[in-house]
């Protein structure tokens, strides 16, 4: 009788011991700071900032914005030589990045797992655009860690992300490679 009680108790006490070293004050502050209050503060900031972006976008310098030199004048051009006039120049499209459209099996595990929800391609949500990720250069392998254990670290002025152990690893890894190929 009094080992079952002793089992007991001592199962009892490993717990508390492990429920007090998990729960410090510094790691309370740290999961308020990322999930509490803290990121609330961040998320208004970060909305806040994303609504100012979209009132007020900002130019983008590319080399076809800046003003072109005059074209040569030739002595066919002069004589009425229609071919060198009819020449286009390079277009205007090729000026911006082209974009990439999603393919329709990446969309479909984006859409699965909600990623849409604070990712787009291109274009700034509540987290970094795919297109921001890819510049990072991570492999798929480090992509799949960081979305089953995310470091805010890597992505300061953004709300943490909340880990989705759930994600499937091959469903991450045919997502990293399409954002890899952005």
């Not at 309370?28 to 961040?42: I, V």
């Not at 921001?132 to 798929?140: I, L, Q, R």
Request: proline fraction near 10%; aromatic fraction near 6%.
């Amino acid at each position: 009788m009094t080992l079952k009680k002793s089992t007991s108790l001592a199962i009892i006490a490993l717990a508390a011991s492990v429920w007090i070293g998990c729960s410090s004050t510094e790691d309370k502050e740290k999961y308020d700071n990322f999930y509490g209050a803290g990121s609330k503060a961040r998320e208004e900031t970060a909305l806040v900032t994303l609504q100012n972006e979209r009132k007020n976008p900002k130019p983008e310098v590319t080399p076809a914005a800046q003003p072109a030199a005059a074209p040569a004048v030739t002595d066919s051009a002069m004589a009425g030589d229609t071919t060198a006039a009819a020449t286009p120049a390079a277009p205007a499209a090729d000026a911006k990045p082209k974009r990439k459209p999603v393919p329709a099996d990446v969309s479909a595990l984006l859409n699965k797992h909600a990623c849409f929800a604070c990712h787009q391609a291109y274009d700034k949500v509540i987290g970094p655009a795919y297109s921001e990720v890819a510049k990072k250069k991570y492999t798929p392998e480090q992509i799949v860690e960081l979305v089953h254990n995310p470091k805010p670290e890597h992505w300061p002025g953004y709300p943490p992300m909340a880990p989705l152990a759930h994600v499937p690893k091959g469903d991450i890894v045919v997502i990293a490679n399409w954002i890899n190929s952005l």
